[in-house]
């Protein structure tokens, strides 16, 4: 199993950038996905969470993302993505894509990261400066 990460690099403050993380040796379309994001010397927290296809696609985000972040997957590409715009320097952080079997968008946002999620890509860094 892989999910390999990229999109990351340096954006000024109030610019776009889209991650994506692609799936390989799961069936995607049954796993819900999500985005964490960490900075040093702290947790890994909660970005953004899309459900299993099997059920309603439904998303979630953590206040710091919400109308600022999008979360989409394409299930014929194993793909998800994670559309960031109006970019602050508080963004700044290493973001990872978790995999968890047949979670909602809702389970996946309030599972302990480290504990409950199936599988985790390498972090790709987004710095946004200013």
């Known amino acids: 199993v892989q999910l390999q990460a990229c999109g990351g690099g340096l954006v000024q403050v109030g610019g776009s950038m889209r991650l994506s993380c692609a799936a390989s040796?799961?069936?995607?379309?049954?796993?819900?996905m999500a985005w964490f994001r960490q900075t040093p010397g702290t947790e890994r927290e909660f970005v953004a969470a899309?459900?299993?296809?099997?059920?309603?696609?439904?998303?979630t985000y953590a206040d710091s993302a919400k109308g600022r972040f999008t979360i989409s997957r394409d299930d014929a590409e194993n793909t998800v993505y994670l559309q960031m715009n109006s970019l602050k320097p508080e963004d700044t952080a290493v973001y990872y894509c978790?995999?968890?079997?047949?979670?909602?968008?809702?389970?996946?946002?309030?599972?302990?990261?480290?504990?409950?999620?199936?599988?985790w890509g390498k972090g790709t860094l987004v710095t946004v400066s200013s």
């Open positions: 899309i459900s299993y296809s099997g059920d309603s696609d439904d998303s």
């Open positions: 040796g799961i069936t995607f379309r049954n796993y819900g």
């Open positions: 978790a995999a968890m079997i047949l979670a909602t968008a809702q389970q996946m946002s309030t599972t302990l990261p480290l504990n409950g999620m199936d599988y």
